[in-house]
C-alpha cells in the first residue's frame, strides 16, 4: 500500500501557545520514535498512514506517555477501548485486516471467529504500547478510506480526519468539516467555530512548529518508513 502523505506547515494556523518551543516539541518527537519506532513503522506499513503523521498523533494525543489519560480511554494514541471491539470486527468482515494484522493481533490473543468475533478489548489493553499503536493506525485507515478521506487526486483529508478522530465521527464538528467539502486545514479549522479543542488539536498538527512540521523537518531522515 502506498503510504499516505500531508504537507506541513500550514502558514495561516499558529500552534497555541502552550503546545512549547519547537527544540521541546522536536525532542519529545525524537523520543517518541526512539522508545516506539519499530512499532510505528509496522503500523503505517499494513495501515499505509506515514510515519511521521502516527508519531506526531502520538505526541499531540499522549505525549508519548504510554498510560496518560484515564479510564477507557487510556494509552499513546488515546482512543476508547469500548468501541475496539466493533470497529475491528468491521475491519475483519470487510476483509481489511492484512496477514500481518491478523498475526500480530493474534500475538495479544485476539482471533477472530467467522463471524469476526474475538476476545472482549479492554483499557489494560490500550497500556500495550505495540497494539495500541496497531489499533490507532487502522483506525486512522478507516477514516482515510471514507468517502471524504481523500481529495480527487488522492491527497489524505489528514484535517477531517483530525476533527472525526477527536470529536467523534458523527459529531456535529465532523459533520461541519465534511460539509467544508475541504482537504484544508484551515478551512477546516474555521468551520469549527466553538469546539476550541479540536481547532487547537488542528493547530498543533498543522501549524509552523506543530508536530508534524517538526516530524517532516527537522526529523524527516529520523523517522522512516
Same mark, same amino acid.
Given at each position: 500500500?502506498?503510504?499516505?502523505?500531508?504537507?506541513?506547515? %500550514?502558514?495561516?494556523?499558529?500552534?497555541?501557545?502552550? /503546545?512549547?518551543?519547537?527544540?521541546? &516539541?522536536?525532542?519529545?518527537?525524537? =523520543? &517518541? /520514535?526512539? +522508545?516506539? !519506532?519499530?512499532?510505528?513503522?509496522?503500523?503505517?506499513?499494513?495501515?499505509?498512514?506515514?510515519?511521521?503523521?502516527?508519531?506526531?498523533? &502520538?505526541?499531540? *494525543?499522549?505525549?508519548?506517555?504510554? $498510560? #496518560?489519560?484515564?479510564?477507557?480511554?487510556?494509552?499513546?494514541?488515546?482512543?476508547?477501548?469500548?468501541?475496539?471491539?466493533?470497529?475491528?470486527?468491521? *475491519?475483519?468482515?470487510?476483509?481489511?485486516?492484512?496477514?500481518?494484522?491478523?498475526?500480530?493481533?493474534?500475538?495479544?490473543?485476539? $482471533?477472530?471467529?467467522?463471524? !469476526?468475533?474475538?476476545?472482549?478489548? =479492554?483499557?489494560?489493553?490500550?497500556?500495550?504500547? *505495540?497494539?495500541?499503536?496497531?489499533?490507532?493506525? &487502522?483506525?486512522?485507515?478507516?477514516?482515510?478510506?471514507?468517502? /471524504?478521506?481523500?481529495?480527487?487526486?488522492?491527497?489524505?483529508?489528514? #484535517?477531517?480526519?483530525? %476533527? @472525526?478522530?477527536?470529536?467523534?465521527?458523527?459529531?456535529? @464538528?465532523?459533520?461541519?468539516?465534511?460539509?467544508?467539502?475541504?482537504?484544508?486545514?484551515? %478551512?477546516?479549522?474555521?468551520?469549527?467555530?466553538? +469546539?476550541?479543542?479540536?481547532?487547537?488539536?488542528?493547530?498543533?498538527?498543522? #501549524?509552523?512548529?506543530?508536530?508534524?512540521?517538526? #516530524?517532516?523537518? *527537522?526529523?524527516?531522515?529520523?523517522? %522512516?518508513?
Amino acid at each position: 500500500m502506498a503510504t499516505l502523505t500531508v504537507s506541513a506547515p %500550514v502558514v495561516t494556523l499558529k500552534a497555541p501557545t502552550t /503546545w512549547g518551543s519547537r527544540s521541546a &516539541i522536536q525532542g519529545q518527537l525524537a =523520543t &517518541i /520514535w526512539k +522508545n516506539y !519506532g519499530k512499532y510505528i513503522q509496522f503500523a503505517s506499513r499494513e495501515s499505509g498512514i506515514d510515519p511521521k503523521i502516527l508519531t506526531a498523533f &502520538i505526541a499531540i *494525543e499522549s505525549g508519548g506517555k504510554y $498510560n #496518560a489519560g484515564s479510564g477507557n480511554t487510556i494509552g499513546l494514541m488515546q482512543y476508547n477501548a469500548s468501541y475496539v471491539n466493533s470497529q475491528l470486527k468491521n *475491519e475483519f468482515l470487510s476483509n481489511r485486516l492484512s496477514e500481518n494484522e491478523k498475526a500480530k493481533l493474534s500475538a495479544y490473543g485476539f $482471533n477472530f471467529d467467522a463471524k !469476526g468475533n474475538t476476545k472482549q478489548y =479492554t483499557a489494560s489493553d490500550n497500556l500495550k504500547p *505495540e497494539l495500541n499503536i496497531l489499533i490507532g493506525s &487502522i483506525l486512522l485507515g478507516q477514516l482515510a478510506d471514507q468517502p /471524504w478521506g481523500k481529495d480527487a487526486n488522492g491527497n489524505l483529508n489528514l #484535517a477531517t480526519m483530525i %476533527v @472525526s478522530y477527536n470529536s467523534g465521527m458523527y459529531s456535529s @464538528s465532523t459533520k461541519k468539516a465534511i460539509a467544508s467539502k475541504s482537504t484544508s486545514p484551515k %478551512v477546516v479549522h474555521d468551520a469549527l467555530a466553538g +469546539n476550541t479543542t479540536t481547532q487547537s488539536y488542528l493547530r498543533k498538527m498543522f #501549524a509552523p512548529s506543530g508536530a508534524l512540521d517538526i #516530524a517532516s523537518n *527537522e526529523l524527516v531522515n529520523t523517522i %522512516v518508513a
